[in-house]
């Protein structure tokens, strides 16, 4: 064992740089993220107490098991994580670095000797001449070789897909630019939500942890919101809102439409179509007949609000189902006479207008139209690190394709005259999937085993 | 015809060429492996024209229904059959080992006829958050990746039954494990599937998380889903590191992929019948 040599600050550092560790943070990760997705997070106290009893509860707690993925030792897993990751990279980037700046030009002997793919040819032809052509070769087979003399040897060096060599060191980076970005969008950004009901505007919206509202520094208001179902069914098929922004009382976006899928961005600022619901009480267009004088007039209650009729009566909106039985929209309607007496309420249909002028009394009323405003639910987010994660992730898988499909492959060549005879050794390697360029390799060697044959 | 008995006939295919398959582990004939492999093939080829119809039936549909098939868990499962059987096949190509086929066309049958007798195969509209082209593209990569990673499964059982009749040193081994390929050559295999499938999942994580980031505003949440495909991607992970050390090949390395694909299952199906989650493939 040499490890009784190095010093404790060197034995930090290489725990710190090694894939050991690596392995540990990975499956560590892996086993502890388990339990979020087993308990629930970010629940009631009440609920967990009825499901895991108090003792529990309080163990739990404490382990933040209720919100594992922000727990202190989650996140410390991810920091070890990110140290490794860094160390490693410091440590062996500069020997990647040097294939770049310094490569191997001249093959030593040890190379021709002990290379997995190795050749060795002997000719009459003079070295000069032979190289030459050798080069043009290789420059044909594989790529431009360099050449250098050394020794009065003649030595070429090819290679290719040097970038594959910096493929892992991508990788590893577009993993902590990912992990920036989730911080810049945590710092920086928030997530909030807001109901805008139609007609109306807002100018805060509500954050999701915490009770104090955030300017947006414009405003958002709804012209509309509407739902499309499927043809014939209740499925929904589209919950649309139209939006306008307006900023120091000029319109900046004109009732633009949001969709889910399709959100509105704004000074970075994005609201996303999520929810709906009834906003206050809708209102009603009623026509009303006088059954005597055979006047009409069209009134628009709201449900509850009493309405002057003629000479004295009164009729008031009192409900509203959207079907009724199955006669579709139907509103409950009662009149009130001139001396006040409430009379028996009675049932108007929208889709059969001329129902209720066979009840006789004074009047009789025409369901025209019912609107309910609606709220749009939006979530609002914004989040400056977003950019920067999809740029990780993009070099993630850059550099993870470029790692695992693609090889620093080097051939090296050395001719030499000895004896009268001029030899030719030739080396070669791929630091990355062997079994392919060792195919490869054969079909090289053919190819200079001929050329070197058929001399001009 | 329509699609639903084109995937009847692919069902039958796939059972034809698992049958071939496991002759061939018998028989040792060069005839049944290739009978196997055009079964295979044409079971491949029937299945996409009827992937590529039932996308059509959907738009043939009154009041747009139109979509890609892959948006529920009867869709999911039969481009999961058809990954597998691409994935096989390619594999194939390189390294002509029909004795695999025997260990990883039953999970594509099993898929087939799983989706088939079980689950609910009607086209259905699709609800607002699943209107997505990025949803499209995240089935597509998680699955090819999904299939490689069963493959790599596949293989790594064959390596642990081999090696653990070698190791036992009963002489030559003869029979059905005579015609494995040798164990260098499962556990190249087992590499090479898990680094094909690795890219791909990875291209999945991200896709869902930039539908995630269109239809929510968050590109993660840590939902059981989303977790779950991250506890996949970093066992993977976990197994290419292993290996650069050098000391986590073969045995280890195969058990591994077995415990990875566990996860995968786990991830794609388990999370919604175990766990519950806001997936849309819990029907
Ligand atoms: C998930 C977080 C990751 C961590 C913490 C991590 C960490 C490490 C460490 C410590 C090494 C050792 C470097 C060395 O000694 O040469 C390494 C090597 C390597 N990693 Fe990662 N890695 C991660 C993800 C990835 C991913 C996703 C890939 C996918 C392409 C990858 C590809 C590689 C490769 C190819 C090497 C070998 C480098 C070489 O041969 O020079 N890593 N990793």
Redesign the interface.
């Known amino acids: 064992m040499n490890a009784k040599k190095t010093s404790a600050p060197d034995r930090i550092w290489d725990f710190f740089c090694s894939l050991k560790l690596t392995i540990f943070n990975l499956l560590s990760l892996s086993i502890t993220s388990i339990i979020g997705t087993v308990i629930q997070q970010g629940g009631s106290a009440e609920e967990y107490i009825k499901e895991y009893g108090t003792a529990n509860y309080q163990l739990f707690k404490k382990l933040q098991f209720f919100d594992m993925y922000h727990s202190w030792w989650f996140v410390g897993l991810l920091g070890l994580f990110s140290v490794n990751l860094i160390c490693c990279s410091i440590k062996n980037f500069p020997r990647v670095w040097k294939f770049v700046v310094a490569p191997m030009l001249i093959a030593g002997d040890g190379t021709f000797k002990n290379s997995a793919n190795k050749a060795e040819f002997s000719t009459k032809e003079s070295a000069k001449t032979l190289t030459s052509r050798l080069a043009e070769e290789l420059q044909k087979i594989f790529t431009k070789p360099i050449l250098t003399e050394a020794d009065g040897k003649q030595n070429l060096f090819a290679q290719k897909g040097i970038y594959s060599r910096f493929g892992a060191y991508m990788t590893h980076l577009s993993i902590l630019i990912i992990m920036l970005g989730a911080v810049i969008g945590t710092v920086w950004g928030y997530k909030a939500y807001v109901n805008i009901a139609e007609g109306t505007e807002v100018s805060q919206v509500w954050p999701r942890n915490g009770n104090q509202p955030i300017d947006l520094g414009f405003s958002v208001r709804c012209d509309k919101f509407e739902v499309e179902f499927y043809q014939g069914t209740q499925r929904p098929k589209e919950y649309r809102s139209l939006l306008t922004v307006t900023e120091n009382g000029k319109i900046v976006i004109d009732k633009q439409k949001i969709v889910v899928n399709r959100p509105l961005s704004y000074k970075g600022i994005t609201f996303y179509q999520s929810s709906y619901g009834p906003a206050g009480t809708g209102s009603f267009e009623i026509e009303v007949t006088d059954n005597k004088s055979g006047e009409k007039l069209t009134v628009n209650p709201a449900q509850g609000k009493k309405v002057a009729l003629p000479k004295g009566f009164a009729f008031s909106v009192d409900d509203f189902v959207p079907s009724y039985q199955s006669f579709g929209p139907a509103a409950k309607l009662h009149v009130d006479a001139p001396d006040g007496t409430h009379r028996t309420p009675f049932v108007i249909l929208q889709n059969h207008p001329q129902f209720d002028a066979r009840r006789g009394g004074d009047f009789s009323f025409a369901l025209k139209g019912y609107k309910q405003p609606q709220y749009t639910g939006l979530q609002v987010a914004k989040d400056p690190g977003v950019w920067v994660v999809w740029f990780g992730c993009f070099l993630m898988i850059f550099g993870s394709m470029s790692a695992f499909f693609f090889s620093h492959r080097r051939i090296w060549i050395r001719i030499s005259e000895e004896k009268g005879k001029t030899l030719v050794q030739m080396a070669a390697s791929a630091h990355r999937n062997q079994p392919a360029f060792a195919d490869k390799f054969e079909e090289f060697k053919k190819q200079i085993a001929n050329t070197i044959d058929n001399k001009a | 015809m329509d699609s639903g008995q084109l995937f009847n006939f692919v069902t039958l295919g796939y059972f034809v060429a698992m049958v071939l398959f496991i002759a061939y582990l018998a028989t040792r004939s060069d005839t049944i492996a290739l009978g196997a492999r055009l079964v295979s093939v044409a079971g491949l080829a029937i299945q996409t024209l009827a992937i590529g119809m039932r996308w059509y039936e959907s738009y043939q549909m009154?009041?747009?229904?139109g979509h890609a098939p892959m948006s529920n868990l009867y869709e999911s499962v039969v481009f999961f059959a058809w990954s597998i059987v691409l994935i096989y096949l390619l594999i194939d190509i390189k390294y002509r080992q029909p004795s695999v086929g025997a260990f990883v066309i039953p999970f594509a049958f099993l898929a087939m006829t799983w989706a088939q007798l079980t689950l609910n195969t009607s086209i259905e509209?699709l609800?607002?958050?699943l209107?997505?082209n990025w949803l499209t593209y995240h089935v597509i990569s998680c699955f090819l990746g999904y299939a490689a990673f069963a493959v790599a499964c596949g293989v790594s059982i064959m390596y642990l039954i081999k090696i653990g009749k070698e190791e036992k040193g009963e002489g030559p081994i003869g029979g059905i494990l005579g015609i494995f390929p040798s164990v260098r050559v499962l556990d190249?295999i087992n590499y090479n599937a898990i680094?094909i499938g690795?890219?791909l999942l990875?291209?999945g994580i991200?896709t869902g998380?930039?539908?995630a980031?269109?239809?929510?505003?968050?590109?993660?949440s840590?939902d059981?889903k989303e977790?779950?495909s991250?506890?996949v991607w970093?066992?993977y992970?976990?197994f290419l590191?292993?290996r650069?050390?050098r000391g986590w090949v073969g045995r280890r390395a195969a058990w591994l992929s077995i415990i990875g694909f566990a996860?995968t299952i786990f991830c794609y199906l388990g999370?919604n019948l175990v766990?519950s989650g806001l997936h849309s493939y819990g029907g």
């Open positions: 009154p009041g747009g229904v509209p609800v607002p958050a209107q997505s190249e680094m690795f890219p990875t291209i991200v998380a930039a539908w980031n269109y239809a929510w505003g968050t590109y993660w840590w059981p977790t779950w991250l506890i970093f066992v992970a976990a590191h292993a650069f050390t996860a999370v766990l």
